[in-house]
């Protein structure tokens, strides 16, 4: 008989890491595991869970759906799931974002958005404008387009030689701030970068990219409204597009609907994702002004935009994400965010001056904690033993390197959250031992 085939797991080092814990349901906050352990999904199972673990609402829609459509293309067809779901984003997006392409995840949404952006020019008649800006610590993915934008790490060094290469600016990461300022005496310095490369090169340029606000896999990084803000005003003056990828930071996680409207800035081109359904099922969406979209209306088939995936627009996840929205309209969703918000910006007062902590940043839902280490980055010494000790006390988090964050689903009570950081505060006690770098071994005697 063959031997059963191997499930190899993301983002998981099989020689290092711990096996995977088998879950068997979900519900609420929590994931329980087949040897009978409550787990509090604080980081939303990779961002993506909103209301819960198998809300009724979401849980019903998906099986109402199952009855009628199953999946069609959406290349000659629609269907009442998606018109609905546009229905629903059109209540909730800036007014000036008019048109809606789907795709599958957060990675194919960038992708789009980058594609759209570029051809965009081209189809204006201006072909030259064709590269792309992006962010230190910037994350947008993991396929070829989405890593090219994201900053070069350890994740993206095997492709180097397949990433195209864009122009690389600051971001305004206020604890390691990239020109020696301290917030209270700056005046978003670190956008000058971006300010010369536009006016030098925006004939070139076809488009900004940024995580608005948040930089989530680099660090939970919380820049100031004004970055964006600048951001947003230079695009204006020199002609280029602003790409928001709000794939994390979109259904409320930073307070209001999307980042952008925390900033008021609106974008020419909104990736989304993760949340959209609710984070049931995969599904996303690119969103961009009509301008944009009516240059690739044309009797020129040259002009069309050649992308589809074969899943784009499914019916079932488009019914999760209409039963999402709903959600949103019939609870108090956004009263659960401000008591999540509160309760993180009282926690985090109370240990910012313990001595193992060098940086704390909030924003909406999402509290991080940038703990002091000699190694800081991914492959900080500290993360393995600061996951095991909080999913050995219930909990999943899964710290950036040396940075611990909380993301959780908006159905945690003010009780769970408090728990969550009285795990924190209490791991503080063992940064010292646990960031000591391993002693060399002794030589062997000859
Ligand atoms: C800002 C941002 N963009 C894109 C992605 C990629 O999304 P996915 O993992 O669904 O491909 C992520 C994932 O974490 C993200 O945080």
Redesign the pocket.
Known sequence: MNAPLHVWHPFTQEALDPPPLRITHAQGAYLYTADGRRILDAISS??TNLHGHCHPAIMSAIAAQTQKLDHVLLAGFTHDRVEELAACLRKILPRELTSIFFSD??????EVTLKIAVQYWQNVGRPQKSSIVALEHA?????VG?MSVGARSAFSEPFRSFLFPVHRVHSAYCYRCPVGKTRATCDIDCVAQLARLLEEKHAEIAAVIV?PLLQ??GGMIVHPQEFLQRVRQLCSEYGVLLIA?E???GFGRTGKMFACDVAGVVPDLM?L??GITGGVL?L?TTVCTEEIHRAFVSDDRGRTFYHGHSYTGNPIAAAAAVASFKIFENEPVFDRITAITKIHQQRLAAIENHPAVADVRSIGTVAAIELRADDPGYFSRLRPKLYEFFLNAGILLRPLGNVIYILPPYCITAEELHFVHDRIAASLAHIPEWSAPPRAQAAPRA
Not at 105 to 110: H, R
């Open positions: 990779w961002w995840d957060g990675s194919t949404a960038v994350y947008h993915g993991d396929t989405a995580e989530g896999a990828d794939v994390l930071t990736c994702s993760k995969p996303a």
